[in-house]
């Protein structure tokens, strides 16, 4: 049974800085591309980062280029989310997910999901 648990949400102020985690189990891990999407109410789930197999190479929406960093440690099966420099608009759920044929790049080719985590960015 393949589980993907994130965690390390929580409410933030504007300019600060949030690492959300995401623990696997069930799956050889390091045979997964993982990625991580965010849902903001009222709006559809976002791509926000992803990185490859074995972690040498990643890839950003713009509006998070510069200021998240994903990384993996495939021994631990876990990949993170460091969020720096927070914005309102950062303000969502955010989803890990896993695909064992393709880059984790756009929701449709996800194979797992994560249950979520909300970030909360205030003002």
């Known amino acids: 049974q393949v589980q993907l648990v994130e965690s390390g949400g929580g409410l933030v102020q504007a300019g600060g800085s949030l690492r959300l985690s995401c623990a696997a189990s069930?799956?050889?891990?390091?045979?997964?591309?993982m990625g991580w999407f965010r849902q903001a109410p009222g709006k559809e789930r976002e791509f926000v980062s992803g990185?490859?197999?074995?972690?040498?190479?990643?890839y950003y929406s713009d509006s998070v280029k510069g200021r998240f960093t994903i990384s993996r440690d495939n021994a631990k099966k876990r990949v993170y989310l460091q969020m720096n420099s927070l914005k309102r608009e950062d303000t969502a759920v955010y989803y890990c997910?896993?695909?064992?044929?393709?880059?984790?790049?756009?929701?449709?080719?996800?194979?797992?999901w994560g249950q979520g985590t909300q970030v909360t960015v205030s003002s």
């Open positions: 997910a896993a695909a064992g044929s393709s880059l984790v790049l756009r929701r449709e080719v996800a194979d797992y």
């Open positions: 069930g799956v050889t891990f390091s045979r997964y591309a």
């Open positions: 990185i490859t197999w074995s972690g040498s190479s990643t």
